[in-house]
């Protein structure tokens, strides 16, 4: 079965300090991945995806993400965490299939201290 | 950037009343829309995938008479949950793609006392 693994509930990190929320899948093909974040009651705003090329994304907010296709996985990082951060983070699979689906993980809640 | 606009934000409705969920895509054409339903502290599911001009496809679960999904425009698809329950009480969120993002409405909290 398809599907999309976000191994931390949460993350907790120090302001100034580097995050990183990890993201694995197991989807057939070459998907496209995507990472995005939900603050409370609201929907969700895109952060940056992998099609190809560079296996190093750089996307919104200072954030960048790692593919790696022998692990499967697509970590999102940052250098350096704000406390503005703090929200939900989804890394979701868009299946190439009829309609193009897309799955999410089941997230991973990022808390930053001042 | 592109916009998806949903509407309501929120609503609290009756058990047994109908409530129609709305979802625009406000400058961009959508052929297909997409709606999830999320619990709190959980993920996205997938609920169906609504084509404009023809019937909308349910995933496994997704009682197709309680959920009805109708795409009449490029620019509008709306999510009608009939006959709603206390267990119906949910986030609703409508998302397409423009442009190879996915992009979401604000979403939907629906109260069904």
């Known amino acids: 079965a398809q599907s999309v693994a976000q191994p931390e509930d949460q993350v907790n990190v120090a302001e100034g300090n580097p995050l990183t929320v990890k993201c694995t899948y197991s989807v057939s093909g070459n998907p496209y991945l995507f990472w995005y974040v939900q603050y409370p009651n609201r929907g969700l705003q895109f952060l940056l995806k992998y099609i190809t090329g560079d296996n190093l994304v750089k996307g919104s907010y200072g954030f960048e993400a790692e593919f790696n296709k022998s692990q499967t996985s697509f970590h999102l990082k940052k250098p350096s965490a704000l406390v503005s951060d703090s929200a939900l983070y989804f890394c979701?699979?868009?299946?190439?299939?009829?309609?193009?689906?897309?799955?999410f993980g089941a997230g991973t809640r990022l808390f930053v201290k001042a | 950037g592109a916009v998806v606009s949903q509407h309501p934000s929120w609503v609290i409705c009756k058990s047994g009343t109908s409530v129609k969920i709305e979802c625009r895509s406000l400058?961009?054409?959508?052929?297909?829309m997409f709606w999830y339903r999320q619990f709190p502290k959980q993920s996205l599911m997938l609920m169906a995938t609504?084509?404009?001009?023809?019937?909308?496809?349910?995933e496994q679960g997704v009682e197709k008479d309680k959920f009805l999904i109708n795409h009449a425009s490029l620019t509008l698809s709306t999510l009608t949950v009939t006959s709603a329950h206390p267990e119906d009480s949910s986030f609703y969120i409508c998302?397409?793609?423009?442009?190879?993002?996915?992009?979401f409405g604000s979403g939907t909290q629906l109260s069904v006392l």
């Open positions: 979701a699979v868009r299946l190439n299939t009829g309609g193009f689906k897309t799955i």
């Open positions: 400058d961009f054409q959508a052929t297909t």
């Open positions: 609504s084509n404009e001009g023809s019937k909308a496809t349910y």
């Open positions: 998302s397409a793609w423009h442009n190879e993002k996915l992009f």
